[in-house]
Nanobody, 122 residues
Framework: KVQLVESGGGLVQAGGSLRLSCAVS????????MAWFRQAPGKEREGVAA???????WHADSVKGRFTISQDNARNTLYLQMNSLKPEDTARYYC????????????????WGQGTQVTVSS
C-alpha cells in the first residue's frame, strides 16, 4: 500500500522558516516526480514545487527564492524548506507522487498524503 505522510507544519510568524517532510512507503521511488501542493481555504489546490527522482526541480513563481524542494532517495523522503514565510503562504500542504505530464497539474498525480497545516501570522 502506498503511503505518503507529511510532517513539519505549524504556526510561524511572518519571515520565519519551516521544513516540511514527506515520508514515502510502498512506492517505487525511482523515475518519478514528487511534488508539494498547497490549498488555502476557498481556493484551488496549487502546485508549489516538484522534483524528479533523477534531480530536476520546478518551483512556482510565488515561492522562487524562498522555498526549496529536496529529497533523500535513500530514505524515500521528500522535503520542502520554506524561508521568509508570508501570511499568504498559509495553507494545507500536501505531498504527491506520480508521473505527470505537467508537474503543476493536480490531476496528473496518483498518490497523495493527508497534508500538514502551515499557518503564517502577520
Amino acid at each position: 500500500k502506498v503511503q505518503l505522510v507529511e510532517s513539519g507544519g505549524g504556526l510561524v510568524q511572518a519571515g520565519g522558516s519551516l521544513r516540511l517532510s514527506c515520508a514515502v512507503s510502498g512506492y517505487t521511488y525511482s523515475r518519478t516526480w514528487m511534488a508539494w501542493f498547497r490549498q488555502a481555504p476557498g481556493k484551488e489546490r496549487e502546485g508549489v514545487a516538484a522534483i524528479h527522482t533523477s534531480g530536476p526541480t520546478w518551483h512556482a513563481d510565488s515561492v522562487k527564492g524562498r522555498f526549496t524542494i529536496s529529497q533523500d532517495n535513500a530514505r524515500n523522503t521528500l522535503y520542502l524548506q520554506m524561508n521568509s514565510l508570508k501570511p499568504e503562504d498559509t495553507a494545507r500542504y500536501y505531498c504527491a507522487a506520480g508521473r505527470p505530464s505537467d508537474v503543476a497539474t493536480v490531476d496528473d498525480y496518483n498518490y497523495w498524503g493527508q497534508g500538514t497545516q502551515v499557518t503564517v501570522s502577520s
